[in-house]
């Protein structure tokens, strides 16, 4: 399974972002797809996660601003980022976890995303 993200950029508090995913490779492989991010100096938190159930998790910091969608028949997720922030600033990374759980997640290459004026 390969990921690739985009969508990332420079963009002023209470804008708004759209991060794409596409998957290929393997995807009927994949249970559960998902955001991360990473900020400069702290650990890699969830953002938003979608499983093959359509169920949907978000992270206590973005719940009400973002949302996670899928379209299987081109293998992609998206992050619909509303409202930014400062703090929402980092590197964001695309994760797929496979129905079998000894194979470990993959992960996309990273988009950055800034926000500031």
């Known amino acids: 399974v390969q990921l690739q993200a985009s969508g990332g950029g420079l963009v002023q508090p209470g804008g708004s972002l759209r991060l794409s995913c596409a998957a290929s490779?393997?995807?009927?492989?994949?249970?559960?797809m998902a955001w991360y991010r990473q900020a400069p100096g702290r650990q890699r938190e969830l953002v938003a996660s979608?499983?093959?159930?359509?169920?949907?998790k978000y992270g206590d910091a973005v719940k009400g601003r973002f949302t996670i969608s899928e379209d299987n028949a081109k293998d992609m997720v998206f992050l619909q980022m509303n409202s930014l922030k400062p703090e929402d600033t980092g590197v964001y990374y695309c994760?797929?976890?496979?129905?079998?759980?000894?194979?470990?997640?993959?992960w996309g290459q990273g988009t950055q995303v800034t926000v500031s004026s």
């Open positions: 994760n797929a976890v496979l129905y079998d759980s000894r194979e470990a997640p993959y």
């Open positions: 490779g393997d995807t009927y492989e994949i249970d559960a």
């Open positions: 979608i499983d093959s159930a359509v169920r949907i």
